[in-house]
């Protein structure tokens, strides 16, 4: 009979964090003294994201990341496994079923000790064998070299920094058909220069591409869900929400 005198009352909050806008209900039970008999968050289907646009959590997500974003991004982390002080470069080769078949960075050859080899840009003494040009390998060679298939043939390269000559004989002995990158900031050197002349002469397409974000963030937090990302910058959300 007690239960009787209960009232229910359902609120609404919204929780502004760093990464996104989460919107939840409370419902509460109150006795007719005043009293809370039970406190319960229920969350709703639509929340928002950080850019104010709404999520619908009943239909296939929008804002995925898009082929080449996907591809370059992965370049990009590939690049994080560098040793090179200066420039860390990913590449990766994906096929026409868009099934990655090669990624690499730049580094040292197998064998030669990172930490024995010179990684310097230039010396004051001017001698080039103690920088590191001689022998480091561009991740365009290690990316066609790691494959995993027969051949890269009309395959595409995705790659960070525009491919020096060197690279280019690769990549046009290699088969490969077309090459995307992001940065093209040595346009001006010898080495692009003559790289552009081999590719046009060879007929590979190139094209710089600008993704349409300048960051993507890995939360390995997000695996958990929206709501154990949103708990990390809110501390005063309750861990449990119903779903
Ligand atoms: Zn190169």
Redesign the pocket.
Known sequence: MENNLETTTTTSETITCTKNTLKIRRRRRMASNGTVCQDELVTKGVSESGDGSKIDHSKAREGYLEWSEYFLAIAFLSAQRSKDPNTQVGACIVNNEKKIVGIGYNGMPNGCDDAKMPWARSTVTDNQLETKYPYVC?A??NAILNKNSADVKDCTMYVALF??N??AKLIIQSGIKEVIFVSDKHHDRIPMIASRRLLDMAGIKYRQYTPKQQRIVIDFNAVDGPEATTNNNCPDVPNKINH
């Open positions: 561009h365009e060679m491919p020096c060197e690279c």
